[in-house]
Each structure stands twice: as C-alpha cells, then as structure tokens.
C-alpha cells in the first residue's frame, strides 16, 4: 500500500505560479513513475504529466511549456510547477503512483496503482 499526500494548491491569479508537491510513502518510491492528473467540475479526470523513475517526462498538450514535474527520490517527493496559470486550470489536482504492472498507456487513469487525495488549484481571472 503506497499513500500520497498532495499539498500547495490554492487560490492564484491567472499569470501566476504555484508548485504542488506529493509526499509518498512508498519503501521503493524511486522505482515508481509518478502522475498528475486533474478534475475540473463537471469534468472527467484528465492527464496533466508524468514521470518516471528514470525521469522521462510527458506532458499533456494543455499544460506543455507553462508546467513541469520533478521528483526528488531522496525525500519521496514528487512535484508540479504550474507557471502560467490560466483560468481553465482550476481543478483538483491528483498525485498517483504507477508500480509497473498494469499495462495502459501513460495517460490514462488505470496504469496508475495508487491516488491521493487532491488538492484544489484555483485561477481567478
């Protein structure tokens, strides 16, 4: 059982900055690739970005150039920061981790193994 625990979400006005962290509990954390992914009202859950262990990184097409995911293996952490911010990036925004044996692709919900609990970006206009 791996837990993870988003925080850093909050209240930011469009143009501006803000970098999500997910603290997992994982004894083999550096093995994981690690997921965002978000949930805008009314919306489905989509893919944001990913990363894996050994740090090849995809980036949903919305959010190319404006974020970028990190991890750092020493503290079990895994990042996002989201410059740029736009409006249609408010959502809930989901850490996951993928321990490698579901086959999907890397994009969608069910190659990832674990969830954590969210937490809410909002852009204001």
């Known amino acids: 059982q791996v837990q993870l625990v988003e925080s850093g979400g909050g209240l930011v006005q469009a143009g501006g900055s803000l970098r999500l962290s997910c603290a997992a509990s994982?004894?083999?954390?550096?093995?994981?690739?690690m997921g965002w992914f978000r949930q805008a009202p009314g919306k489905e859950r989509d893919f944001v970005a990913r990363?894996?262990?050994?740090?090849?990184?995809y980036y949903a097409d919305s959010v190319k150039g404006r974020f970028t995911i990190s991890r750092d293996n020493a503290k079990n952490t895994v990042y996002l920061e989201m410059n740029s911010l736009k409006p249609e990036d408010t959502a809930v925004y989901y850490c996951?981790?993928?321990?490698?044996?579901?086959?999907?692709?890397?994009?969608?919900?069910?190659?990832?193994?674990?969830w954590g609990q969210g937490t809410q970006v909002t852009v204001s206009s």
């Open positions: 996951a981790a993928d321990l490698g044996y579901r086959g999907s692709s890397y994009y969608s919900q069910s190659r990832y193994n674990y």
């Open positions: 990363i894996t262990s050994r740090s090849l990184i």
């Open positions: 994982g004894r083999t954390f550096s093995s994981y690739a």
